[in-house]
């Protein structure tokens, strides 16, 4: 069974601030997906990561595929409120199943 | 912008009941999947289905539970004798394809109450 982990499980810190979440598997991942959820709503996609060692922006927002496609790490510059959801990693294997981490919940006070 | 509906937004419903879940999928996708997420829990897959059958299925997905296309548009979940411990968000999305750049759209789920 294909297991992905997310640290931290809670996060909470002050606008502006840097940060950096994590996802990690003992599984290689044919593709990793980011996705942030807000309460009472589906989780909304972000990124998709494909190749070892891929980074890709989306303006304040740095995510990074491990070289093995077993990891993944999501940087947030100077955060804003409009930031705050749970973070949610999610691996593709060979098949077209996607497995999914427990989140990370993220607090961005102003 | 195409998306995933889901109906209703939040069922209750008494022990042993039935119940039906109904999603409508972005019109040109082709792989149809339903999630589901207990209350400050992980999402848990449950089913994915292809060419009007089940391509995938997880453990939790037992006999209580079947997935149909009844036309060219719903994919519904139906849960028949339901139970306190199936109280979850019931999430639907769909995929294009199964290339991997290909991403799961996710509808805003069905509130499932059980009591």
């Known amino acids: 069974t294909q297991l992905l982990e997310q640290s931290p499980q809670f996060l909470s810190i002050q606008e502006g601030e840097n940060l950096t979440v994590y996802c990690n598997s003992s599984?290689?991942?044919?593709?990793l997906q980011w996705y942030r959820q807000e309460p009472g709503e589906g989780p909304v996609l972000l990124v998709t990561?494909?190749?070892?060692?891929e980074v890709k922006k989306l303006k304040r927002l740095t995510f990074q595929f491990g070289d093995a496609r077993k990891d993944s790490s999501l940087h947030i510059t100077a955060a804003q409120p409009g930031d705050t959801g749970l973070y949610l990693c999610?691996?593709?294997?060979?098949?077209?199943?996607?497995?999914f981490g427990p989140g990370t919940r993220l607090s961005v006070l102003p | 912008e195409p998306e995933v509906t889901q109906t209703p937004s939040h069922q209750v419903t008494q022990m042993g009941q039935e119940v039906i879940l109904r999603c409508v999928p972005i019109?040109?996708?082709?792989?149809f999947y339903w999630y589901r997420q207990i209350l400050g829990q992980k999402v848990e897959f449950l089913v994915s289905?292809?060419?009007?059958?089940?391509?995938?299925k997880s453990e939790i997905f037992d006999d209580q539970f079947s997935v149909e296309r009844p036309d060219g548009s719903n994919f519904t979940l139906k849960i028949r004798s339901t139970k306190l411990e199936d109280s979850a968000m019931y999430f639907c999305?769909?995929?294009?394809?199964?290339?991997?750049?290909?991403?799961?759209?996710f509808g805003n789920g069905t509130r499932l109450t059980v009591t």
């Open positions: 999305a769909s995929r294009a394809g199964t290339h991997t750049n290909s991403p799961l759209h």
């Open positions: 599984s290689v991942f044919s593709s």
């Open positions: 990561v494909v190749t070892g060692g």
């Open positions: 999610a691996g593709a294997n060979y098949g077209q199943n996607f497995v």
């Open positions: 019109s040109n996708h082709l792989y």
């Open positions: 289905f292809y060419n009007n059958e089940i391509s995938e």
